[in-house]
């Protein structure tokens, strides 16, 4: 049986670079569509700064993380 606390479920580098590319893809998403088709497409951009606010913290928590050591 593996020890609980030493599971090892990889980096925040792939979370980080999902975040950052999901929130640029329906930014971009959003102003050609609200341009195109609908202004109410502009709202796919709501979710955009979450994005962006979630791999801050995720990396700037692996810095920290790499830097303190138990």
């Known amino acids: 049986m593996e020890d609980k606390k030493n ?3 990889g980096g925040a580098t792939w979370h980080v670079f999902i975040n950052l590319l999901l ?3 329906l930014l971009v998403v ?3 569509g609200g341009l195109t088709f609908h202004p109410i497409i502009y709202m796919l951009s709501l979710p955009t700064p979450l994005l962006y ?3 801050y913290q995720m990396e700037s928590r692996k810095i ?3 830097k303190i050591k138990d």
């Open 23 to 25: 929130g640029l893809l």
């Open 30 to 32: 959003a102003v050609y």
């Open 7 to 9: 599971l090892n479920y």
């Open 53 to 55: 606010l979630k791999s």
């Open 64 to 66: 920290l993380g790499g």
